[in-house]
C-alpha cells in the first residue's frame, strides 16, 4: 500500500500562485511516477503534470509555462508550483502515484482561483 497526503490548496486571486504538497509513505518502490491531475465540476479527471524518478516531466499544455512539478526524493514528496492562476484552473488537485498497472491517488485538495 501507498499513502499519499496532499496539502497547499486554496483561494486565490486571478493572477496569483499557490503550491501543492504530496507526502508519500508506504511500499514504494524505487522507480515511479507521480503526478498531479485535476478535475472541475462536470469534468472528468485529467493529467496536469507528472514527473519520472529519472526527472522526466510532462505537463498538460494548458499550464504549460505557468506549473511546474518537482519531486524531492529524500522526503518522498512531489510539489506543484502553480503560478499565474486563473479561474478554468479551478478544481480539485489530486496526486497521483504509478507504477504500470498500479495507481494510488490522493484525497484531493480544492484549489479555486476567483476575485
Known amino acids: 500500500q501507498v499513502q499519499l497526503v496532499e496539502s497547499g490548496g486554496g483561494l486565490v486571486q486571478p493572477g496569483g500562485s499557490l503550491r501543492l504538497s504530496c507526502a508519500v509513505s508506504?511500499?514504494?518502490?524505487?522507480?515511479?511516477?507521480m503526478g498531479w491531475y485535476r478535475q472541475a465540476p462536470g469534468k472528468q479527471r485529467g493529467l496536469v503534470a507528472r514527473i519520472s524518478t529519472g526527472g522526466t516531466t510532462n505537463y498538460a499544455d494548458s499550464v504549460k509555462g505557468r506549473f511546474a512539478i518537482s519531486r524531492d526524493a529524500a522526503e518522498n514528496t512531489v510539489y506543484l508550483q502553480m503560478n499565474s492562476l486563473q479561474p478554468e484552473d479551478t478544481a480539485v488537485y489530486y496526486c497521483?502515484?504509478?507504477?504500470?498497472?498500479?495507481?494510488?491517488w490522493g484525497q484531493g485538495t480544492q484549489v479555486t482561483v476567483s476575485s
Open positions: 508506504g511500499n514504494i518502490f524505487s522507480v515511479y511516477t
Open positions: 497521483n502515484w504509478n507504477l504500470g498497472d498500479i495507481n494510488y
